[in-house]
C-alpha cells in the first residue's frame, strides 16, 4: 500500500512557474513507475509525465515537452513535476500515481495505476 499526498499547486499568471511535489508514504517509490496526470473540467483525466521505476526513461505528454520536468528522489520518496512557461490550458487538478507497469506505452494509461494522491490544483491565469 502507498498512500500519495501532493502540494505545490495554487494560482500563477501565464509563463510562470510551479513545482509540484509529491510525498509518498508506505513501501519504496523504487518499485513503481511515477506518474503526474491532470484533469479539467468536463474533460478526461490525461497523462501528464511519468518516470520509470528503472530510472531508465521519462515519457512527456506532447504538449508538455519542454516546459515540464519529472523527477524523482526514491531515498526521500518524493516525486516532483517542476513547470515551466505555463499556459491557460495547463489549468487543472494534477494528480500524482503509481504504478507497477515497467514500458512508457502502459504508463500512458491511468488503469495501469494502483495508487492515486488527492490532487493539488493548478490555475494559470492569461
Known amino acids: 500500500q502507498v498512500q500519495l499526498v501532493e502540494s505545490g499547486g495554487g494560482l500563477v499568471q501565464a509563463g510562470g512557474s510551479l513545482r509540484l511535489s509529491c510525498a509518498a508514504s508506505?513501501?519504496?517509490?523504487?518499485?513503481?513507475?511515477m506518474g503526474w496526470f491532470r484533469q479539467a473540467p468536463g474533460k478526461e483525466r490525461e497523462i501528464v509525465a511519468a518516470?520509470?521505476?528503472?530510472?531508465?526513461?521519462?515519457y512527456y505528454a506532447d504538449s508538455v515537452k519542454g516546459r515540464f520536468t519529472i523527477s524523482r528522489d526514491n531515498a526521500k520518496s518524493a516525486v516532483f513535476l517542476q513547470m515551466h512557461s505555463l499556459k491557460p490550458e495547463d489549468t487543472a487538478v494534477y494528480y500524482c500515481?503509481?504504478?507497477?507497469?515497467?514500458?512508457?506505452?502502459?504508463?500512458?494509461?491511468?488503469?495501469?495505476?494502483?495508487?492515486w494522491g488527492q490532487g493539488t490544483q493548478v490555475t494559470v491565469s492569461s
Open positions: 518516470f520509470s521505476r528503472s530510472g531508465t526513461w521519462r
Open positions: 508506505g513501501r519504496t517509490l523504487s518499485s513503481y513507475t
Open positions: 500515481a503509481a504504478s507497477s507497469c515497467s514500458g512508457s506505452g502502459c504508463s500512458q494509461r491511468p488503469t495501469e495505476y494502483l495508487y
